[in-house]
């Protein structure tokens, strides 16, 4: 079965870096766009970027510039390089998956970023 395992959330500083890891099983890894979302609190659930199989990135503006996505598609894992952190960017973050127009969700990783 499809399974999405996120890591490396935590609490950073403003300014700060974290990198967020999805380990995915159970699907063609390389051949699927891979996602992470968040949810800041009280708010709904975003698109922050996504990675199409061949490496083809797109971001939301809030993020552009200080986040990067990857992939590795030997590893089946999907990363989230975030720098220049700022206070709106806490979130619980999620990698997600798009198979047969079903959607798979990562448990969700929490970034919280605070002086």
């Known amino acids: 079965q499809v399974q999405l395992v996120g890591s490396g959330g935590g609490l950073v500083q403003p300014g700060g870096s974290l990198r967020l890891s999805c380990t995915a099983s159970?699907?063609?890894?390389?051949?699927?766009?891979m996602y992470w979302y968040r949810q800041p609190p009280g708010k709904e659930r975003e698109l922050v970027a996504f990675?199409?199989?061949?490496?083809?990135?797109a971001y939301a503006d809030a993020v552009k510039g200080r986040f990067t996505i990857s992939r590795d598609n030997a590893k089946s894992m999907v990363y989230l390089q975030m720098n220049s952190l700022k206070p709106e960017d806490t979130a619980v973050y999620y990698c997600?998956?798009?198979?047969?127009?079903?959607?798979?969700w990562g448990q969700g990783t929490q970034v919280t970023v605070s002086s």
């Open positions: 997600n998956t798009r198979i047969s127009q079903n959607d798979y």
């Open positions: 159970g699907f063609s890894f390389s051949t699927y766009v």
């Open positions: 990675i199409t199989g061949g490496g083809s990135t």
